[in-house]
């Protein structure tokens, strides 16, 4: 309940927010009775504070490019291992610095082999349902 020192919304409840600086995307929370935004990160809570920086966000998008990126990142993993790669496979998504998620995001494994096209195709298809 929006009264609570800490409250979550249910996923269909969520009230968006959207960065006028990074783009990113994050949902209204409270915490310690604040009301706080919270990135639109699964497994994660990276909090911001709520501030004219950012903007409600009414539009709907399938997916944040951030999911899109993780779900590059576990097929990639899978194809690691058929291929005997499994030193790339072990790295999960999570377990990755922010700096090499994004790395991701914004190039992919970089290995000049078939895992490159396997995240061109992945990115080059479920993009096209994020606003980026």
Known sequence: MKGDVDWDPKPDERTYYRSGQDGQRAYLVKRGGKDMLRLDRPMEELLRSLDASWQPD????A?????????????????CRLLGKYQDAEKDWLSLKEQDRIKWMEVGP?????RDDLYDAIMGTLRQTTDG
């Open 110 to 114: 970089e290995s000049g082999d078939i």
């Open 58 to 61: 009414h539009r709907a998008y």
């Open 63 to 79: 997916f944040t490019e951030y999911q899109v990126a993780q779900v590059a990142h576990e097929a990639h993993r899978s194809l």
